[in-house]
């Protein structure tokens, strides 16, 4: 069985990669994601964003919804780290790791 995207060339795993994540993550950023901000080997089950600016109003809609009695005025990630242990998934856990997180929160009008 041939393995997904193993003949694609690197620029089109991270653009295929690039479009799936603004389609996920998107409506919670501030701008599109930038081929620069995206680290990536499928292979190896790694991937890395980093310098993300959050929507503060898609965010809060979502703190709102949970009852959240502050609501988010600004907020950004210096990096976002997954791994994913391809030969191991039902056994290992996939880890994501959040560094610099900043939030500037208030009380919710």
Not at 48 to 76: F, K, N, T, Y
């Amino acid at each position: 069985m041939r393995r997904w995207a193993a003949g694609w060339p690197e620029a089109l795993k991270a653009r295929a990669a690039r479009y799936a994540l603004e389609r996920s993550l998107g409506p919670f950023l501030e701008e599109r994601l930038r081929l620069e901000q995206l680290s990536l080997d499928l292979r190896g089950g790694t991937g890395a964003l980093r310098d993300l600016r959050l929507s503060a109003a898609a965010v809060d809609e979502v703190l709102a919804g949970a009852g959240a009695p502050l609501e988010l005025r600004e907020g950004c990630l210096a990096a976002v780290a997954v791994t994913v242990p391809w030969a191991a998934l039902g056994s290992r856990p996939c880890r994501l790791h959040v560094t610099g997180l900043r939030l500037a929160l208030g009380p919710r009008e």
